[in-house]
C-alpha cells in the first residue's frame, strides 16, 4: 500500500487526471454536471451514492460512462437490477454443492458483488429483505460473510439507483448508509436541441461499437490514491480542523446541520455527520487543493434521507450559504 511520502509526490498529477475525467465526462451528457462532479467526490471518498428519479434521466448511462472510462479489469464491475424476486445467489453467488455436502455454507463469488471493485445496484430498494440485510453489512462493514466467517469484500465504488425512496421505516438504514442522494430530473423541458444532438450521438457511438468516453483520463488506481492520502493526511501534523477545515467554515458547517435539523427535520445521524465532514474535505482538496471553503459546504444539499427531503434540502442550504 502507498505511504504518505510516496503519495505526496504524486498527488497533484493524480488531482489532475481525476478532474480532466469529471470535465471529459461531462462532454458526453447534456445538464448533468452536478450528478457528474458528485459521482466523483463519492469515488474519491469511497462512499455510496444514490441516484433518485423517474426512468429515463440518465441515472444508468451515467454510471455506466463512468465505470467504461476507469479501464477495469474482468471481474472488477458488478451491474445488477434488483427486484422483490431476487435471490441472495443472483448477488451474492450460487452456494458451493459440494461443500455444503461438507456442511459448510460456502458461495462461489466469482463475477459477483462480493469480489467487485466497483458496483451499479439498480432499484435497490426493490429487493427483499435478506439480500437488504447483507447489503447493509457489505456497505457500512465491507465484509461478506462465508460459512460464519467476516471476508473483507473488494468494493470500492458504490453506486445505486431508485425511482423513488419508500416511507417503510425496514429500509431507514440502507438509505441512511447512502450519504448523499442527488435528485436526477429531466432536462428536455429547457434543452430540448441539445438532449435530441446527445441522443444522437450516443445511439451513434453504440451502434458503431466506440466508446470515445473510455480515454483513460483516470484509473480506478488514481481514485484509490486519493482516498488513501486524504486518509493518511487526516490530523496528520495536528488537529484536522485547524489544518483543513478553517473556523469560520466550520460554524457554517455546524450552521447549516442544525438549520436542517430543527427547521426542516432532517434527520443526520452521529455517522452520517463524519462522513460528511470527510467528504466535504474529499470535495475541498479534489476540486482546488486546500481547506474546505463555503462552496464546499453545498455538498449539505445532497444530504436529504427521504424523496421529498431532497429538493427541499438543496434549495435550503444554497439559500443558507448564499449561493
Request: aromatic share 10%; proline share 4%.
Amino acid at each position: 500500500m502507498w505511504t504518505l511520502k510516496e503519495l505526496d509526490a504524486e498527488i497533484d498529477a493524480v488531482r489532475e487526471r481525476i478532474n480532466r475525467h469529471r470535465r471529459m465526462l461531462d462532454e458526453y451528457f447534456v445538464q448533468r454536471t452536478e450528478e457528474i462532479d458528485l459521482a466523483t467526490v463519492c469515488a474519491c471518498a469511497q462512499e455510496p451514492l444514490l441516484f433518485v428519479g423517474p426512468p429515463g434521466t440518465a441515472k444508468s448511462d451515467l454510471v455506466v460512462k463512468f465505470v467504461e472510462s476507469l479501464g477495469l479489469g474482468e471481474g472488477d464491475y458488478f451491474e445488477y437490477m434488483l427486484t422483490k424476486f431476487t435471490e441472495p445467489s443472483e448477488i451474492l453467488g450460487p452456494i458451493d454443492i459440494e461443500l455444503l455436502k461438507q456442511g459448510r455454507f460456502v458461495r462461489r463469488t466469482r463475477g459477483k458483488l462480493p469480489e467487485a471493485k466497483v458496483a451499479f445496484l439498480d432499484e435497490i430498494f426493490k429487493s427483499n429483505s435478506a439480500i437488504l440485510n447483507t447489503l447493509l453489512t457489505l456497505v457500512n462493514e465491507r465484509k461478506f460473510y462465508q460459512d460464519g466467517e467476516a471476508l473483507p469484500v473488494a468494493l470500492r465504488m458504490l453506486f445505486a439507483a431508485t425511482n423513488d425512496i419508500p416511507e417503510q421505516t425496514e429500509l431507514d438504514a440502507l438509505a441512511d448508509r447512502f450519504v448523499l442522494k442527488i435528485e436526477t430530473r429531466p432536462v428536455q423541458r429547457d434543452h430540448f436541441a441539445e438532449l435530441i444532438d446527445a441522443g444522437v450521438t450516443n445511439e451513434y457511438h453504440r451502434a458503431t461499437q466506440q466508446r470515445p468516453w473510455a480515454r483513460g483520463e483516470a484509473s480506478l488506481d488514481d481514485f484509490l490514491k486519493l482516498k488513501r492520502f486524504m486518509d493518511l493526511s487526516l490530523g496528520e501534523g495536528g488537529s484536522d480542523r485547524e489544518r483543513w477545515f478553517p473556523r469560520e467554515p466550520f460554524a457554517e458547517f455546524r450552521r447549516v446541520v442544525r438549520t436542517l435539523e430543527a427547521e426542516d427535520k432532517v434527520f443526520i445521524s452521529d455517522r452520517k455527520l463524519v462522513k460528511l465532514y470527510k467528504v466535504i474535505r474529499t470535495r475541498a482538496f479534489l476540486f482546488h487543493g486546500g481547506a474546505v471553503r463555503t462552496e464546499d459546504l453545498l455538498l449539505l444539499g445532497y444530504a436529504g434521507n427521504r424523496r421529498g427531503e431532497l429538493g427541499v434540502v438543496r434549495d435550503k442550504v444554497r439559500a443558507l450559504l448564499g449561493t
